[in-house]
């Protein structure tokens, strides 16, 4: 079947640390890999995708690549800023099908 | 454009009432889903529509109902509410055609049941 793993949370950092949320999946045929961000009190906006191994999504300064050999797609960016505290959610969208499938979320907080 | 809205943004119920929620697209998408999202569990599909006139069920559909009369609209009905259905309830929309297009997003419903 397909599912999505992502690292728990919450995520506390210091403002311009590294970032790293782990996600790992396992899908049934090629999925398509999603980073969405989900500010407070708000609904769930795309941060970037990938659609096929070894593709690299980026937007705003987050980065994840598409690793088929360990069935991961890593969030990283290199300096986080206050404005960047929100909930982090990866998902997979199966070749086969209509539905998307969510990891639980991983709450990121970043301090001054 | 407005995107994804939902209507209303607030409510709370009493047991057993019953209420609809209201999802319109103005991006001529096909697909729409409603999910349910709870603390420590993430996004839960309740339904989902392919085209007009289509509904399906989801992971967890038990005392929900759907309908998708028109294109543009996607209604969530809870015929008899019960406190386990009090969380945020967020609309999506996605265009046809491809597993590699995104879902987008509407800004959610607080339903709280006492």
């Known amino acids: 079947g397909n599912s999505v793993t992502q690292m728990e949370g919450p995520v506390t950092l210091s403002e311009e640390a590294f970032l790293t949320i782990n996600c790992t999946y396992t899908?049934?045929?090629?999925?398509?890999l999603f980073w969405y961000v989900q500010y407070p009190g708000e609904g769930l906006q795309l941060l970037l995708k990938?659609?096929?191994?070894?593709d690299k999504g980026s937007n705003k300064g987050f980065e994840a690549t598409y690793r088929k050999e360990t069935t991961s797609f890593h969030l990283e960016k290199g300096s986080v800023q206050v404005s960047d505290s929100a909930v982090y959610f990866c998902?997979?969208?199966?070749?086969?099908?209509?539905?998307?499938?969510f990891g639980t979320g991983t709450s990121l907080t970043v301090i001054p | 454009n407005a995107g994804v809205t939902q209507t209303p943004k607030f409510r709370v119920l009493k047991t057993g009432q019953s209420m609809t929620l209201l999802c319109a697209q103005d991006?001529?998408?096909?697909?729409m889903y409603w999910y349910r999202q709870d603390p420590g569990m993430g996004l839960r599909l309740i339904h989902y529509?392919?085209?007009?006139?289509?509904?399906a069920k989801g992971e967890v559909p038990d005392g929900y109902n759907v309908s998708r009369l028109k294109k543009q609209n996607f209604l969530l009905g809870l015929e008899s509410a019960a406190p386990s259905q009090t969380s945020v309830y967020f609309c999506?929309?996605?265009?046809?055609?491809?597993?590699?297009?995104?879902?987008?997003f509407g800004p959610g419903t607080r339903l709280t049941v006492l």
């Open positions: 999506a929309t996605r265009e046809l055609a491809s597993y590699y297009n995104e879902q987008f």
């Open positions: 899908a049934t045929g090629y999925p398509s």
């Open positions: 990938a659609t096929k191994a070894d």
């Open positions: 998902a997979l969208s199966a070749n086969t099908g209509n539905q998307f499938y």
């Open positions: 991006m001529n998408h096909e697909y």
């Open positions: 529509s392919v085209g007009e006139g289509t509904t």
